[in-house]
């Protein structure tokens, strides 16, 4: 509401005085208007007629006292991750392939450092002796003192002996003895080698190399990592099995596999062995259900896949039984199981997921437990 102040002089019209009197009694009004235009003669509109009562704006007033507060707003939604808003931009892949992506390249190899000083040139060598030789020379110390007399050596053999080999007999002269060797060759064997304790030769030697069982062979070319061998069954040609073998790990043609994953295996001696791999920091990956490459399991087309087919693991790394084991992310979390099918089921590998495999997304950091174990195989004729 406004109010209106008014000072009255004695300049003032009477009937003037009378109006803002009756306005300062009853208030600003239409009637008090229509009373002015008649009696003092104005012609302003009604608003006009109004603002001339408005007085000088007041004083400032004292400040209120402190009102109190008010009640805690909600709290307000979280705020989106990096990795969030990289997939709301267009990043496809999970959060550790995305973490995988911020790692930079490498650096440009530093520049080489100054050759250092040789011993010579520390010890101001051309200034103190003059040549290389001279201060080699001047390092040499003085000669030490003779060294205590050492213990009296043994008596030695008054006569030279000789061994002497007469057919399968050895003998040591002087009544030294003999020694009746086994006189049976064994068939096959090079040149030079007329019994069955250890023959050499070239390539593996089943149906090749006819020897008693406990004899030895060294391949000399170590055919398919395999160096030496031994005659355990029969008196034939056959029964040979490696003593002493390595193929080394070979690269396995594998399927559904993510990028760059891989697959090795190596048979050392009777163990075989299994390495995943090929993703960053050693991770294993395959590829979304549905995706290329992927080989779907029948057995539970949403949740098993193959890596290695029916009859796919090689010959000569077979299993005699299935095996399992499991499979992580790179947290140690359950992702399921590895089924490695022995004889009786097919020579495969396959993963066994708890979870239907995605169809929207790759898995790319698994982690497989050590897959591990003996085989009867014979040695393998050719290495994938």
């Not at 008010?70 to 808003?85: H, P």
């Not at 051309?126 to 040549?131: A, I």
């Not at 299993?319 to 399921?336: A, H, Q, R, V």
């Not at 009786?344 to 169809?359: A, I, K």
Request: aromatic fraction near 10%; charge should be negative.
């Amino acid at each position: 509401m406004t109010e209106y102040v008014f000072t009255l002089t004695d300049k003032t019209p009477a009937a003037e005085i009378d109006v803002k009197e009756t306005v300062i009694a009853q208030g600003a009004g239409q009637d008090l208007y229509d009373r002015a235009k008649k009696e003092l003669g104005y012609t302003g509109t009604f608003e006009e007629f109004l603002a001339t009562f408005k007085g000088e704006r007041g004083a400032v007033g004292a400040t209120g006292a402190k009102g109190d507060t008010g009640e805690r707003g909600q709290d307000g939604e979280s705020g989106k991750s990096a990795y969030e808003i990289a997939v709301l931009n267009g990043y496809v892949g999970n959060e550790e392939q995305w973490l995988a992506s911020l790692k930079g390249r490498d650096g440009s190899p530093g520049l080489d450092g100054r050759n250092g000083l040789s011993a010579y040139e520390l010890a101001d060598g051309e200034l103190l002796f003059g040549t290389v030789g001279k201060w080699l020379e001047s390092l040499k110390g003085a000669k030490g003192d003779t060294g205590p007399k050492g213990a009296d050596g043994r008596d030695g053999v008054g006569i030279p002996q000789k061994l002497t080999l007469s057919g399968n007999t050895l003998t040591l002269s002087d009544g030294g003895g003999s020694v009746t060797l086994p006189s049976q060759a064994a068939t096959n064997a090079p040149t030079g080698q007329p019994n069955e304790y250890e023959i050499h030769g070239t390539g593996m030697p089943n149906g090749k190399v006819t020897a008693p069982v406990g004899t030895t062979y060294v391949d000399t070319a170590a055919t398919n990592g395999a160096l030496k061998w031994i005659k355990r069954t029969g008196a034939d040609n056959q029964g040979w099995e490696v003593l002493t073998g390595d193929t080394g790990w070979r690269t396995l043609t594998i399927a559904s596999k993510l990028g760059a994953s891989y697959l090795k295996v190596r048979r050392k001696n009777d163990t075989v062995m299994y390495q995943f791999g090929g993703l960053s920091w050693g991770w294993f990956g395959i590829v979304r259900r549905g995706g290329p490459g992927y080989s779907i399991q029948p057995s539970d087309r949403e949740r098993n896949v193959f890596i290695l087919g029916l009859q796919q693991i090689p010959q000569g790394f077979r299993s005699e039984f299935s095996l399992i084991g499991g499979i992580y992310n790179d947290k140690g979390t359950p992702y399921g199981t590895w089924y490695l099918g022995g004889a009786g089921d097919s020579n495969m590998l396959r993963f066994q997921f708890t979870d239907p495999v995605p169809t929207d997304r790759d898995i790319g950091d698994i982690r497989v437990s050590s897959i591990l174990y003996l085989t009867n195989d014979p040695w393998p004729t050719r290495l994938p």
